[in-house]
């Protein structure tokens, strides 16, 4: 069993910045594409970050500039950096990975954590 967990998001002024961690647990033999997703009232889900497990990022274009996605120094665990935030960043931020088990390889999701840039 894996789980992912989502922690640091909350309100903040826009122009403001947040560090949202993913941490996973359970039977990891390794994590592989890892990535943020946000989903605002109303929207669809929409990808924000991607990183390989070779290292490779990719951005939506709203984000780039902004945003970083990385890998923590805890192998099991990654972090979305952002900077200079909007009143359109205001979204559930989740993560998931491509994560593979002793027994096989699937795409896993944390629960969401709330994100709200306002003044």
């Known amino acids: 069993q894996v789980h992912l967990v989502e922690s640091g998001g909350g309100l903040v002024q826009p122009g403001g910045s947040l560090r949202l961690s993913c941490t996973a647990s359970g039977d990891i033999f390794s994590m592989n594409n890892m990535a943020w997703y946000r989903q605002a009232p109303g929207q669809q889900r929409e990808l924000v970050a991607k990183l390989t497990r070779g290292g490779r990022t990719t951005y939506a274009d709203s984000v780039e500039g902004r945003f970083i996605i990385s890998r923590d120094n805890d192998k099991n665990a990654f972090s979305l950096q952002m900077n200079s935030l909007e009143p359109g960043d205001t979204a559930v931020y989740l993560c998931?990975?491509?994560?593979?088990?002793?027994?096989?390889?699937?795409?896993?999701w944390g629960q969401g954590t709330q994100v709200t840039v306002s003044s």
């Open positions: 998931g990975a491509l994560i593979t088990t002793t027994l096989s390889t699937n795409n896993y």
